[in-house]
């Protein structure tokens, strides 16, 4: 079992900076990925970026060059630098995981955390 654990999120004026991080409890389990999602009023959840093991990135188009995911091995944790913060940008964002053990690959969900961008 992992319980991943979230913080950072706030308000902010546009054009501001965060980040949110996602921490994750000990575990024998080996972390297999990881990203940030999404979800502003009315919408549908979107993802935002992904870490793989091997540290490869992705993002979704429209945070490329303002947001970075990175993650702490030692710490077991995931961030999201978000920079030059866009009012569209305000939602709820949650991170996700997947986790292997023993051959099975397991996901995790964070609470979530509110993020509010002002015009």
């Known amino acids: 079992q992992v319980q991943l654990v979230e913080s950072g999120g706030g308000l902010v004026q546009a054009g501001g900076s965060l980040r949110l991080s996602c921490a994750a409890s000990?575990?024998?389990?080996?972390?297999?990925?990881g990203g940030w999602y999404r979800q502003a009023p009315g919408k549908q959840r979107e993802l935002v970026a992904t870490?793989?093991?091997?540290?490869?990135?992705n993002y979704t188009d429209s945070v490329k060059e303002r947001f970075t995911i990175s993650r702490d091995n030692a710490k077991n944790t995931v961030y999201l630098q978000m920079n030059n913060l866009k009012p569209e940008d305000t939602a709820v964002y949650y991170c996700?995981?997947?986790?292997?053990?023993?051959?099975?690959?397991?996901?995790?969900w964070g609470q979530g955390t509110q993020v509010t961008v002002s015009s």
């Open positions: 996700h995981s997947q986790w292997s053990f023993i051959g099975k690959t397991y996901d995790y």
């Open positions: 000990r575990t024998f389990f080996r972390f297999k990925a």
């Open positions: 870490i793989d093991r091997d540290e490869a990135t």
